[in-house]
């Protein structure tokens, strides 16, 4: 056909190439790590609260017994909780 363009070059193969397995282990663990340091920064207040015992059994626990790729779920989870429990702990 004449008036026919070429196909476009597809997102697929300008991607960039996907980070090996320990590099997004690596990964959630340093994110892990930071939002345990935000959790035990909270203080006496936090300590107090029924959610920070969650949000440390998320941290740890929870993050332990699930899959690589169910982790970064647990950290959102995590960081949401943490940052509840550091706007109460400011009102307090």
């Known amino acids: ?12 193969g300008l991607s960039l190439p996907r980070a090996g397995f320990r590099e997004r282990y ?3 663990e340093a994110h892990r790590a930071a939002l ?6 909270l203080g006496e207040a936090g300590t107090r609260h029924p959610g920070y ?3 440390f059994t998320l941290l740890n626990v929870t993050f332990r017994r ?3 790729a169910q982790r970064l779920a647990i950290l959102q989870a995590a960081a949401w909780l943490i940052d ?5 702990t400011a009102i307090a």
Do not use: D, Y
């Open 1 to 12: 056909m004449p008036h026919r363009q070429p196909p476009a070059p597809s997102a697929k």
């Open 26 to 28: 690596e990964e959630t």
């Open 36 to 41: 345990v340091a935000r959790l035990t920064s």
């Open 53 to 55: 015992k969650r949000a």
């Open 66 to 68: 699930s899959k690589l």
């Open 84 to 88: 509840v429990l550091e706007k109460l």
